[in-house]
Nanobody, 122 residues
Framework: QVQLVESGGGLVQAGGSLRLSCVASGSISRVNSMAWYRQAPGKQRELVAGIITGGYPNYADSVKGRFTISREKANMVYLQMDSLKPEDTAVYYC?????????????????WGQGTQVTVSS
């Protein structure tokens, strides 16, 4: 069984910073990529930033220059959020595309964390 656990959300004033963390644990053979998504009330879930194992990060245009995604070890991902704006308010979800133990090399499944609330006040 695979589990993703996020931490680091909270309430911050506009212009402030937060750092989100996510750890994937369980019966994992290989993590292919990790990413952060967010969903604001009444809106669809959107990709914020992602990074493929051994690759370069990619960002949504709305967060470029303000957010930084990083990986530490194969199963940990962080999102440093600076210069936060009220429009960044959302529930942030960690995502991992990975191969569980016991599956063939082409197998890949998406796993999600429970979400962490980020609220930016004006």
């Amino acid at each position: 069984q695979v589990q993703l656990v996020e931490s680091g959300g909270g309430l911050v004033q506009a212009g402030g910073s937060l750092r989100l963390s996510c750890v994937a644990s369980g019966s994992i053979s290989r993590v292919n990529s990790m990413a952060w998504y967010r969903q604001a009330p009444g809106k669809q879930r959107e990709l914020v930033a992602g990074i493929i194992t051994g690759g370069y990060p990619n960002y949504a245009d709305s967060v470029k220059g303000r957010f930084t995604i990083s990986r530490e070890k194969a199963n940990m991902v962080y999102l440093q959020m600076d210069s936060l704006k009220p429009e960044d308010t959302a529930v942030y979800y960690c995502n991992a595309a990975l191969r569980p133990l016991g599956w063939g090399v082409r197998a890949q499944f998406d796993y999600w964390g429970q979400g962490t609330q980020v609220t930016v006040s004006s």
